[in-house]
């Protein structure tokens, strides 16, 4: 990049961290590290979450989506719409959540269901998220070496340094200095300047590619030459993309409603509001928070797809793809066993010929391939040549400067190692957007674009060092102590712990960066524990009988089943079938599942064959889902004595504490429909004109226009450039109008709303007792309301705080000491 893209990038990074650690004065207490004081406006969540919640890894697959499937196969998307904007307006979940004032999940577990399952639940979660997140580092870093052009490897004091090292120390270095000054305070406060700053930059991105690039002359073109069945733009040509029925549909309503809020990656956003009406309406706004970004994604995928695809940028396209191998290979394969390799394929991309030597290896490799296939479905020579399936479309959609590269370099790469060749035909996919993108950009519009980047990486690691550093230490270690920390012992162990996180995502990356089964990484390691998690905080918010033994029912038998489905998938071919086959055993799971799924043909088919897997992923998702809900309502009805305190988990009634109650209103179809719309007494004017805007943009326009559309097809199907032209309006011309008021409005009232936070945390009065700590299903800031309502005495919490106020008192802690004393009093 030029020095003045390196300007760009360096003075919003400055003044982030520079605000970081203005920011710093305001924590006082546990609470204020967790959750932000609980003091945050709903335009500072949603402006701050939404930056946190978009990283590059993010971006980097939403370029590989667009890339391969363009628009056609989002468009189905919008079937969903209706329950996503009751699920969105009403709060589901996210209010009841905020409402029980736990700061996190495994805190709210132990007030609804036990310390053990707390400790059990967070255990599976702290695994989940930290392997999950440790690779994020890697595919940042990578990101940003390849759209910069930077080299692989740098030379300081006469030593080689791995350069994707280097990054990855020095954008987690800034994370963790951002997390460790001020806990979710400067998270927050930095994601929410982060999205102010990046408004503007958005705009000026996409005025660029509008310009740059032709979408009816350039970008549709390219778009509409595809092969029947893969249509880009034509949501009815696009058999050979996904498969796609009314079950897929109802697995997706299913799962969404489910599985609200079970990924905590972001937790700390899910606590700050200043109440839980607050919570909500941030969330509300997020319909709307996107504006430009959005749009800006979407539009450099398809402009990188243009750009790489249509004639009128072959020769640069070729130069990119050529640099985007050669890079690939060297980054994959620099070790000296692939010396040779390097060699023949470095001939071939710049000469474009298959040289002898490189042909050898390539005959080698292909007959190897179909003797170990022959051995897999135990066939012989001949009848594994009758049976094995042509693919003449494939071989027909080649282009030689395209696909046939990428089949060259990593059919090479098979020859010494195949794990290499996947993992290079990863970083090739993952990094072909980027590459072209750094081509078509001039000077300014790329140090734009790269501080967007490390925006994105930089949010998306302080939030989730957060989030899965906090799990471990309150929700891990907190509950096995008899004696509570002091504010002090706990801080200082959050921010260890939190840099034990980011020095586990180094390594993790450093050395298991280029795995060549990311995709199933990624899928067990969440699988471990979104399994079972959707029961267990659904219908503890709302469901008074569930029980300990529902949740641990349900959270053991999910895991089990999605990794068990997982590593199914994984190794059918090759361990389980051959298995079945040697023991005879083939024909009667053939009939025992052909059977099983008959009455749901030809929706759920179950057919054993040698290659795949009976049960696919969407079938095995209903599975878990059915299963742990099975469990979860089973086993609970069969422990459960009384009815769970509902309403003093939810601080409601007489246990109120904190914002507006609401006033139930009578029974009516006037009161039904607005309880749909999740409009209440606490509602102002202006949130109901909010409520109504996403209703009637996201029911109205979108679902509308949906719906209309099915009918239309139905009736005349649309020709390709139709749809080519409706989605420039709907993701461009409709999107740009709404990009430009989400800036300006954001802008304001994100700005506005830092200025009350800050004026709030002044105000805020510290309270050691607020630190995640549960005593016999009520949280220890709240043992003083339940005694005085309920007219009880805890009497372990009385030995705690006794505890607390002897290891203030060794620690000189004068401040903390009154503090607690005071809330003794009260």
Not at 118 to 141: M, W
Not at 174 to 191: E, H, K
Not at 410 to 426: C, H, P, R, W, Y
């Amino acid at each position: 990049m030029h020095w003045i893209d390196w300007i760009i990038v360096a003075v919003p990074i400055f003044v982030v961290v520079y605000i970081g650690f203005k920011c710093q004065r305001y924590i006082k207490g546990v609470s204020d590290f967790l959750a932000a004081g609980r003091v945050a406006g709903r335009y500072v969540i949603a402006v701050a979450s939404g930056e946190a919640g978009m990283g590059l890894i993010s971006l980097v697959a939403i370029f590989e989506m667009y890339y391969n499937s363009g628009f056609a196969l989002g468009f189905w998307g919008s079937i969903t719409a209706p329950i996503s904007i009751v699920i969105a307006l009403t709060g589901f979940c996210i209010y009841r959540f905020r409402e029980t004032r736990a700061m996190t999940m495994g805190q709210f577990f132990e007030i609804r269901y036990s310390k053990s399952f707390r400790i059990f639940a967070a255990t599976l979660q702290s695994i989940s998220g930290v392997i999950n997140y440790a690779l994020f580092p890697a595919v940042g870093a990578r990101c940003i070496i390849y759209f910069c052009g930077l080299p692989l490897q740098v030379e300081i004091l006469g030593l080689m340094f791995p350069t994707f090292g280097l990054l990855m120390a020095g954008f987690l270095g800034i994370a963790v200095l951002i997390v460790m000054l001020g806990g979710q305070i400067t998270i927050m406060v930095t994601d929410c300047v982060q999205g102010i700053l990046s408004y503007p930059m958005y705009l000026i991105v996409v005025v660029y590619i509008i310009y740059k690039l032709s979408w009816f002359e350039q970008m549709a073109p390219a778009l509409l030459d595809r092969a029947p069945g893969k249509s880009m733009l034509n949501p009815y040509d696009i058999a050979q993309l996904r498969d796609f029925n009314l079950f897929y549909i109802i697995v997706g309503i299913l799962s969404g409603i489910l599985n609200r809020m079970s990924w905590c990656g972001t937790q700390g956003y899910t606590v700050a509001a200043v109440n839980a009406h607050e919570q909500k309406m941030a969330a509300i706004l997020g319909s709307w928070r996107a504006g430009f970004s959005s749009m800006m994604f979407i539009l450099l995928a398809v402009a990188g797809y243009a750009f790489l695809n249509h004639a009128d940028f072959a020769k640069p396209a070729k130069e990119v793809r050529t640099v985007l191998a050669a890079k690939a290979l060297d980054d994959v394969a620099g070790a000296e066993q692939f010396k040779d390799v390097r060699k023949e394929v470095g001939a071939y991309l710049e000469t474009g010929k298959i040289s002898p030597e490189l042909q050898v290896r390539i005959d080698k490799v292909k007959a190897d391939e179909k003797s170990e296939k022959q051995k897999e479905m135990g066939l012989s020579s001949k009848s594994a040549e009758e049976t094995e399936s042509p693919q003449p479309s494939a071989v027909k959609d080649l282009r030689p400067d395209r696909e046939e590269m990428l089949h060259v370099v990593q059919t090479a790469l098979k020859s010494e190692d195949k794990g290499k060749a996947v993992t290079f035909g990863t970083i090739f996919n993952q990094m072909r957007v980027p590459m072209a993108l750094s081509a078509m950009l001039p000077v300014g519009i790329t140090g734009i674009l790269c501080a967007l980047m490390i925006f994105l990486m930089v949010s998306t690691d302080t939030t989730y060092m957060h989030s899965w550093g906090s799990i471990i230490v309150q929700d891990v270690i907190l509950p096995f102590r008899r004696k509570p920390f002091t504010p002090h012992q706990q801080l200082l162990l959050l921010r260890l712990v939190i840099a034990g996180v980011a020095i586990f995502a180094f390594l993790f990356s450093f050395f298991f960066g280029q795995i060549d089964f990311i995709l199933m990484f990624f899928a067990i390691t969440g699988a471990i524990w979104l399994g079972g998690a959707g029961p267990c905080i659904v219908f503890g918010l709302y469901w008074k009988r569930g029980t300990s033994a529902g949740a641990f029912g349900a959270l053991i038998s999910g895991a089990t089943l999605a990794v068990g489905g997982i590593l199914g998938q994984k190794y059918w071919a090759g361990l389980i079938y051959p298995w079945l086959l040697n023991h005879g055993m083939v024909e009667p799971v053939r009939t025992f599942l052909q059977t099983v799924s008959a009455p749901f043909n030809p929706f759920i088919v179950w057919n054993v064959t040698p290659d795949k897997f009976p049960i696919n992923s969407q079938e095995i998702y209903f599975i878990t889902m059915v299963v742990t809900l099975v469990l979860y309502f089973g086993l609970s009805l069969l422990t459960r004595r009384e009815p769970f305190n509902m309403d003093r988990m939810l601080h409601r009634g007489k246990y109120h504490r904190e914002g507006k109650e609401v006033v139930k209103e009578k029974l009516s179809f006037r009161s039904v429909f607005k309880r749909f719309m999740g409009i209440d007494s606490q509602y102002t004017t202006g949130d109901k004109a909010l409520a109504w805007s996403v209703f009637i943009w996201s029911f109205g326009w979108g679902f509308g226009c949906f719906i209309t559309l099915i009918i239309w097809n139905a009736i005349s199907p649309w020709p390709n450039n139709w749809w080519a032209n409706w989605f420039f309006f709907g993701h461009f011309i409709l999107s740009g109008i709404v990009g430009i008021v989400s800036t300006i409005w954001f802008t304001i009232g994100g700005t506005v709303d830092l200025t009350r936070l800050f004026k709030r945390l002044r105000e805020k009065e510290l309270n050691v007792l607020d630190d995640g700590r549960v005593i016999s299903h009520v949280s220890a800031d709240d043992v003083a309301l339940v005694e005085q309502k309920d007219n009880i005495v805890i009497e372990e919490a009385h030995i705690e705080e006794a505890a607390l106020e002897q290891a203030l008192a060794e620690e000189h802690d004068e401040a903390d000491l009154e503090n607690l004393r005071k809330h003794e009093k009260e």
